[in-house]
């Protein structure tokens, strides 16, 4: 039940100041607490009125009280449920985290990973070896198809010359073979250059790799931190 805790805080506030009147208030509160050490809570409502009570106040419920002991004392402090703002920053917040954690696992996991695929320099270095060998031999093999073209469009240009003077008479299955011909080259250079970035990409991942696994081959090899020697008794 509320107690009229207000009036002694007013009655108290012009003496000793309104610091002194809420600890005298809580000596009062004490000094009238039942015996069985049942918690007093007190708070300033709305209003400005200083309320106390044998349970948590209803009209408080929005603000901050706290919780007396029969000597007087702050138990603790009741904190106001959050506002819907409040709790969506802390939701957010809790979200944040969360995902900051999530990652942070997952690249540890990535590491731990890379470590074990990896457990030397030299296993790294044969792995982008064989990596860029199959691009290469790709490109290669490119290469050469882009030169069986460019001869093949060589002497279709020379079937070409004999209708110079006149284009229009020349036939359509060569006219066909030319543009067919222009076509697969265009291809066949996009291709190429796929080939090469799909080598810098190589390149770059494997150096990457080699930037982290670096760090964690030097933590392998670093011996363990000595033991505290352990204190010897006195004499």
């Known amino acids: 039940m509320l107690r009229p805790a207000a009036t002694l805080a007013r009655a108290l506030r012009p003496w000793i100041g309104p610091g002194l009147a809420l600890g005298a208030l809580g000596v009062a509160l004490a000094q009238n607490a039942p015996p069985t050490g049942i918690p007093i809570y007190t708070c300033i409502d709305a209003q400005g009125r200083l309320l106390s009570s044998d349970r948590p106040i209803p009209e408080c419920r929005d603000r901050l009280q706290r919780e007396l002991g029969p000597s007087g004392t702050v138990r603790r ?105 222009a076509h697969q080259r265009q291809l066949q250079l996009q291709y190429l250059d796929d080939l090469q970035r799909e080598r810098t990409r190589i390149e770059e991942r494997f150096d990457a790799e080699l930037t982290t696994l670096r760090r964690l081959w030097a933590a392998a090899a670093a011996p363990p931190p000595a033991a505290a020697e352990p204190a010897r008794p006195s004499r």
Do not use: C, W
């Not at 069986?148 to 359509?172: T, W």
């Open 77 to 181: 402090i009741l904190e106001p449920p959050p506002s819907p703002e409040e709790r969506a920053r802390q939701e957010a917040q809790q979200r944040s985290q969360a995902e900051a954690a999530g990652r942070a696992a997952d690249e540890l996991r990535r590491e731990q990973l890379l470590l074990m695929r990896y457990p030397y320099p030299a296993s790294h270095q044969r792995a982008r070896e064989a990596a860029l060998q199959q691009v290469q031999a790709s490109l290669q093999v490119a290469q050469q198809r882009l030169q069986h073209l460019d001869d093949e469009a060589r002497r279709l240009q020379e079937e070409m010359e004999f209708y110079r003077k006149d284009p229009s008479r020349a036939p359509a299955t060569l006219k066909r073979r030319l543009a067919d011909n």
